[in-house]
């Protein structure tokens, strides 16, 4: 059950992040929440969420091939591997193999996002 529901927040990231989801992004990613982008640039939650809506960040499409998850208590890590078409900070518009390593924590009952490392595969 909990591997089926972390599985799908991560595609809810994604999803979200191509249809500038703001009120999903900030419902499935914690407060304290931290992307370290593959430059090694670090973005916390407002920042990430301000870059997808302005367009500084712009997701087209997520073809999801492989999502590993692993359940440790109330911590899950899961290993994303999603082919995602995008445009990061002005770059032209492109396919990425773009590997996301998320940390995830089961709050009240209530997996969210913490952490997510992208890089590429």
């Known amino acids: 059950m909990d591997e089926q529901i972390i599985k799908q ?8 992040s191509i249809q500038k989801d703001i009120k999903k992004l900030n419902d499935i ?17 407002q920042d990430y969420i301000q870059s997808v809506r302005n367009g500084d960040l712009k997701y087209y499409k997520s073809i999801h091939e492989n999502i590993d998850i692993k359940i440790n ?5 899961v290993i994303g591997k999603t ?3 995008a445009a990061p900070f002005g770059s032209s518009k492109s396919w990425w193999n773009l ?3 998320l940390i995830l924590e089961k709050v009240n009952d209530k997996w969210i ?9």
């Open 9 to 16: 927040l991560y595609i809810e990231l994604c999803e979200a």
């Open 29 to 45: 990613l914690s407060d304290d929440y931290l992307l370290i982008h593959m430059t090694g640039m670090n973005q916390k939650k």
């Open 73 to 77: 208590g109330n911590k899950a890590y």
């Open 83 to 85: 082919k995602t078409l």
């Open 99 to 101: 590997r996301q390593d």
């Open 113 to 121: 996002i913490k952490q997510s490392k992208a890089s590429m595969y």
